[in-house]
């Protein structure tokens, strides 16, 4: 099967997630298409399944990836879809503990309801990816989260 992986990134670090996963889809023995959205508007891709992913800014998804959702409606309507985010890891300290409304609703579970509403069959589970930063780095284990989440995406098919 062909997937696509769509991503959006502002300082690299959804699109070393993005990439990890297009690894995992190879290594899994499928063809991966890796989509930078912010390098090209490419609205007419098909394939087999999509990921969708996103920077979480302002609680939300990157206006590239809204418009790549919409249009990519046509394509992928009926096919299975997996959302994927970074967000900041929440800080250890209690007393910062309302900075989880941050990510709480962030552009992973927007992403996974956008495309929901847009008919695609979505995977329930969304992957969230920590930043140790407001610009990174990954969390040691964001990478190896990715793969095992392509694994368990691929089950479902
Ligand atoms: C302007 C701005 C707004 C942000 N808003 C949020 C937010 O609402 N929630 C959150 O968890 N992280 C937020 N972050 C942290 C981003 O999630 C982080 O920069 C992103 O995961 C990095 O991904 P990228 O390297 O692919 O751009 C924000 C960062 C910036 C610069």
Do not use: C
């Not at 699109?15 to 690894?23: D, H, L, M, R, T």
């Amino acid at each position: 099967m062909k997937g696509i992986v769509a991503f959006d990134s502002v300082y690299g670090n959804t699109k070393k997630v993005a990439e990890a996963i297009a690894e995992e889809i190879k290594a899994q023995g499928h063809e991966a298409v890796l989509l930078d959205l912010g390098l090209a508007m490419r609205t007419n891709v098909d394939g087999d399944f999509l990921l969708v992913g996103s920077p979480t800014r302002m609680k939300r998804m990157t206006s590239r990836t809204k418009k790549f959702l919409r249009k990519a409606k046509k394509n992928f309507a009926g096919k299975p879809m997996a959302a994927f985010d970074t967000i900041m890891a929440p800080p250890a300290d209690p007393e910062k503990r309302e900075a989880k409304k941050w990510t709480e609703n962030g552009a992973g579970p927007k992403i996974r309801d956008l495309a929901e509403k847009k008919g695609m069959k979505v995977f329930p589970e969304v992957l969230r990816a920590e930043v140790i930063d407001i610009k990174g780095p990954l969390t040691l284990y964001a990478l190896d989260d990715s793969r095992a989440f392509v694994q368990r995406f691929l089950e479902s098919l």
